[in-house]
């Protein structure tokens, strides 16, 4: 019989090795952040005033208190079951994170320089036209290759790690949480869900640690991205990975249980978001839940409010001004969607439906 105590106890190493894991990654990643900014050359091009955002500076300390309150949040839904610990650090992890820091850094000039010359657009005379829409033949973030090379999709995981400070896939996993929510209850054998604008698989893998017997499809525009995802989805043989647009989804009506899109929409023209809206009500069973994590957007949390007017002048993030002012609860309303829950989570808003 086990001591009264034991749970306290487990529940106090837990949390030990919580704290310890994830400010690892945050000073690993933290510490990238102001060596690229060390190393980086001049925003500001030579002869053009310099970028004053119109937003009165945000208070630091209310910065760092919802940085954190994401990790007290995310160590929250962990002990509530809603989805296992992260389990990424470790000998095999570092050895991969000091790969991809020297391919960062290595690639940061090439950032630097499309940065200075505001060059974001030079994949349009690179790749087949034809098989893209225009509005994704763009270098975002000022990143080699676009969303189209296999570099890319090697990078991205550590860009944007080092873009927020370690806390991305701690931001990945609130979605995770708000999807737990939604299929609490369910036989996840039964489940089908589909990941639109899957990128790697990053939050897949999150979802398949999770619910390991979910039945899972990724969609990408990206050949190279879908590549990578299917490599890090291949121990789950129930998991599937294809290349196709989100507003042309190449699967039946009402195909899906649930639907998941995760930094997606801040990166389509205002046109094409509704036109994803839709493909989604389209591909969802009445009844069945759509999760969606995107950028925080103005007002949301007044003391960021500066950090995202940055965004899209110190990152090529053409659509994103559009996007701050959208409102996502009546875009999905008029798509088909009740709006169930909202969630704040540091640099990230998730938001949860249902396909009415």
Request: with cysteine; glycine share 8%.
């Amino acid at each position: 019989m086990s001591s009264p105590a034991r749970p306290s106890l487990d529940r106090t190493l837990a949390r030990a090795r919580y704290a310890a894991a994830q400010g690892a990654r945050v000073a690993w990643y933290m510490g990238h952040y102001l060596l690229a900014r060390r190393l980086s050359g001049p925003f500001n091009r030579p002869g053009e005033p310099r970028f004053e955002p119109r937003a009165a500076p945000g208070d630091p300390g209310a910065i760092r208190a919802a940085f954190l309150n994401l990790f007290a949040r995310d160590r929250a839904n962990i002990e509530a079951g809603l989805y296992p610990a992260p389990s990424d650090v470790g000998v095999v992890e570092a050895l991969a994170a000091l790969r991809d820091s020297a391919r960062f850094f290595a690639d940061l000039p090439n950032v630097d320089r499309r940065r200075l010359e505001r060059a974001g657009a030079e994949v349009r005379a690179t790749n087949d036209r034809a098989r893209y829409p225009s509005y994704y033949l763009q270098n975002f973030h000022y990143q080699t290759g676009g969303w189209l090379t296999s570099e890319s999709a090697a990078l991205y995981d550590t860009q944007v790690e080092v873009l927020f400070g370690g806390a991305a896939d701690a931001m990945r996993r609130i979605a995770l949480g708000a999807l737990a929510r939604a299929l609490k209850g369910r036989d996840q054998r039964r489940v089908r869900l589909i990941d639109v604008g899957c990128g790697n698989g990053r939050f897949l893998a999150q979802t398949l640690a999770a619910f390991p017997k979910l039945n899972v499809v990724g969609l990408d525009l990206s050949p190279a991205y879908v590549a990578a995802a299917r490599a890090r989805l291949a121990p789950w043989p129930q998991a599937d990975v294809v290349a196709g647009q989100a507003e042309n989804v190449p699967a039946d009506e009402a195909a899906f249980d649930a639907a998941v899109s995760v930094f997606l929409f801040h990166e389509l023209p205002p046109r094409v978001r509704r036109e994803v809206a839709r493909e989604l009500a389209r591909v969802v069973k009445p009844g069945g839940a759509l999760v969606i994590a995107d950028s925080l957007q103005s007002g949301d949390t007044p003391d960021l409010d500066r950090m995202l007017e940055y965004f899209p002048v110190g990152f090529h993030e053409p659509y994103y001004q559009s996007y701050l002012d959208e409102d996502l609860v009546a875009l999905f309303a008029d798509a088909g969607f009740a709006h169930v829950e909202t969630e704040l989570a540091f640099l990230t808003k998730v938001l949860r439906f249902t396909r009415r």
